[in-house]
């Protein structure tokens, strides 16, 4: 592995580095003093200022809120509604078969197999 032949000195370097944090400190603060009323710079969501919504702001928020809570409940019924199992009498088709069933009910719910 080769190295090359000059390479900077560290104490150099570090020197350059704390020269450059001043000026960058220097640079920074300029951006977050400012007069009142004027936009600072770039700050993050969290230090941002709070801008006040009028009332009538916030009910139409509640609103869209409470309409997107309402349809999220409208699809959760629905969605348990088709996952039940379907009534006997949907599931057989013809008359005679019907008939069976009932007799066979019948005698499933009586005593009479006891005798």
Known sequence: MS???EQPDHEEVRARARAAR???AAVLDEDQESELGEPLGWQPVWKRPRTPKSKADKKKELRKQRRRLQD???R???AGQSRRPR???NRIGNA???RDAR???RV???NAWLW
Request: glycine fraction near 4%; aromatic fraction near 4%; avoid cysteine.
């Open 3 to 5: 190295t090359p032949e």
């Open 22 to 24: 001043a000026e960058m």
């Open 72 to 74: 999220a409940g409208k």
């Open 76 to 78: 959760r019924f629905a």
């Open 87 to 89: 009534s006997r009498q």
């Open 96 to 98: 005679a078969a019907r």
């Open 103 to 105: 007799a066979l009910s």
């Open 108 to 110: 499933r719910h009586s």
